[in-house]
């Protein structure tokens, strides 16, 4: 198992559950002209700092009803398994758990080809299962991917569902306990998780090192609703070195603005060199921590957090759904709208 050192933190947000979704652009195993010639605009943007060449909608997109039904181009869920360390105890390598990630892999998955990787974490009350279910028991999720997939709305990736579930799969529904599990998985996301799925599935890392997967990053998301957004914003704090895209919605971690632009400028990396993007609904109980977490990034003075609905011209963005409450659907909405966009 391999080893590679992080550390950790503090506080933060709320717990649910929920699937997810898409909208625009083509295929990765398909080659066509206007392909080409974004790939060519992308070189030319930002001196190649440009990954996603796609805008952000004004509002939030639903999902075609048609895109719950079973797909004729279905994608493969595997329950891939490995080790790592009891979180609370990570450091002294004292106690091994044996835990479970459910994998998405795209229909027509093939070892000749790289693909982006998506890290989808649970919130409370739930487990590595509630997104995309597993092999023998899929949920809508996996439909919503392989339809939008087969539409070419989100590029083919493979999707991983991981769990912050220490020793009991019902830490979840712990909320103080989840809070802390959450300030710790980055030790296991990083140090276990990654280079085991990557180290197996074919991806942009050349290897499985410390400097291979931070090479990798702009091929790498995270992404989580409730308390799997504060497992995002988490995971921002921690592994900025291994993540370039970040999708929290409805949990917050914190209403200073100067102490999230500190964790940029404690990491050496630009403004350019990420991308936020958030969602939550005007009725869900997280909705206004969350949005004053936003506002006060947003409002740091030196550019650390740019708000645009674009990669070249920054780094933050806000989608809210009027009347939105706090749930699975939509949390599927938010999902959707961030898969729909990135790496386009």
């Given at each position: 198992m391999?080893?590679?050192?992080l550390t950790?933190?503090l506080?933060?947000?709320?717990?649910l559950?929920?699937i997810?979704?898409c909208?625009?652009?083509?295929?990765?195993d398909?080659?066509n002209?206007?392909?080409?010639?974004?790939s060519d605009?992308?070189?030319t943007?930002?001196?190649?700092?440009?990954?996603?060449?796609a805008?952000?909608?004004e509002?939030?997109?639903?999902?075609?009803?048609?895109y719950?039904?079973e797909?004729?181009?279905?994608?493969?869920?595997t329950?891939?398994e490995?080790?790592?360390?009891e979180?609370?105890?990570y450091d002294q390598?004292?106690?091994?758990?044996h835990?479970?990630?459910?994998?998405?892999?795209?229909?027509?998955?093939?070892?000749?080809?790289?693909?982006?990787?998506?890290?989808?974490?649970?919130?409370?009350?739930?487990?590595?299962?509630t997104?995309?279910g597993?092999?023998g028991?899929p949920?809508v999720?996996?439909n919503?991917?392989?339809n939008?997939i087969?539409?070419?709305?989100i590029?083919?990736?493979?999707?991983?569902c991981?769990?912050?579930?220490?020793e009991?799969?019902?830490?979840s529904?712990n909320y103080?306990?989840?809070?802390?599990?959450?300030?710790n998985?980055?030790?296991?996301?990083?140090?276990?998780?990654?280079?085991?799925?990557?180290g197996?599935?074919?991806?942009y890392?050349?290897?499985?090192?410390?400097?291979?997967?931070?090479?990798?990053?702009?091929?790498r998301?995270?992404?989580?609703?409730?308390m799997?957004?504060?497992?995002?914003?988490?995971?921002?704090?921690?592994c900025?070195?291994?993540f370039?895209?970040?999708?929290?919605?409805?949990?917050?971690?914190?209403?200073?603005?100067?102490?999230?632009?500190?964790?940029?400028?404690?990491?050496g990396?630009?403004?350019?060199?990420?991308?936020?993007?958030?969602?939550?609904g005007?009725?869900?109980?997280?909705?206004?921590?969350?949005?004053?977490?936003?506002?006060?990034?947003?409002d740091?003075?030196?550019?650390?957090?740019?708000?645009?609905?674009?990669?070249?011209?920054?780094?933050?963005?806000?989608?809210?759904?009027?009347?939105?409450?706090?749930?699975g659907?939509y949390?599927m909405?938010?999902?959707?709208n961030?898969?729909?966009?990135?790496?386009?």
């Open positions: 391999n080893k590679y050192r950790a933190a506080l933060a947000a709320t717990a559950l929920s997810a979704g909208t625009q652009n083509t295929g990765a398909s080659v002209t206007e392909n080409t010639e974004d605009r992308r070189q943007d930002m001196s190649g700092q440009t990954i996603t060449n805008v952000l909608p509002e939030l997109e639903t999902i075609s009803r048609d719950y039904s797909s004729d181009q279905p994608g493969t869920l329950e891939f490995y080790d790592t360390y979180s609370m105890t390598e004292d106690t091994v758990l835990k479970r990630a459910i994998v998405y892999l795209p229909y027509g998955y093939s070892e000749d080809m790289e693909y982006n990787v998506f890290y989808l974490m649970h919130g409370g009350w739930s487990d590595e299962t997104y995309l597993t092999p028991q949920n999720f996996k919503v991917l392989d939008a087969a539409d070419r709305k590029l083919p990736m493979i999707v991983v991981p769990t912050y579930n220490n009991s799969n019902t830490d529904s103080s306990l989840a809070l802390q599990l959450t300030e998985y980055h030790n296991e996301l990083v140090n276990d998780l990654i280079p085991a799925i990557e197996t599935y074919s991806t890392a050349k290897d499985t090192t410390p400097e291979g997967l931070s090479a990798s990053r702009d091929h998301a995270f992404c989580g609703f409730s799997g957004s504060v497992a995002t914003w988490r995971t921002f704090q921690y900025l070195d291994y370039r895209y970040f999708m929290p919605s409805s949990g917050s971690l914190t209403s200073d603005g100067e102490y999230m632009a500190d964790i940029v400028r404690d990491s990396h630009d403004w350019n060199d990420f991308f936020i993007f958030a969602a939550s005007t009725d869900d109980f997280a909705y206004s921590s969350f949005k004053a977490q936003i506002g006060a990034m947003a740091v003075e030196d550019g650390t957090f740019r708000y645009a609905d674009n990669e070249r011209e920054g780094n933050l963005y806000f989608l809210e759904q009027e009347g939105g409450v706090h749930s659907e949390a909405e938010y999902f959707y961030g898969l729909c966009w990135i790496w386009q």
